[in-house]
């Protein structure tokens, strides 16, 4: 159950970034994922086991979009970026050489985050994307704190 872990993974990075907007719950329409072809998800697969966890959270109605990101190796020889297949077990087909550098297909990431504060006006936020996130792991996951500008700042205590 891949997807089923991804998920729970992707509502521990989504709960984390809810609270950065504490105490303020934000109204989230889209949550935008990069998925590399090469990490095995299945994007529909992923879709719906989002779509049930979510049913009855803050997170109901949000809507997860899936960009697929294909695999692309760098050739050791030549320096080349190939497309690796598995019918020539990932091998380069310019030098013959092994797969041993990854450029994309790994990912595994929140893209960026639509969604509106009560306290302010429906403003889209993009985050930046990460340039270097190599490995499907779960830190990746945790959306960059950027957020749209809102009066939330504590007033100094007197
Ligand atoms: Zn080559």
Redesign the pocket.
Known sequence: MHEVDMTKCLLLSMNQWKQQHAPVIPTVQQVHLQVGTFTCVEPDQLVFTWGVAVQGSWLAGAQLVIESLPLVGR?L??N?SYAPSSAAAYR?P??D?PMEEIISGRELRIRSVDYTLATTTPSPAMLPVQPHASAAEPAQLLPHPASPTTSLAAAPAA
Do not use: L, V
Request: proline letters at 0%.
């Open positions: 050739c020889q030549c080349g380069s310019c030098c050489q």
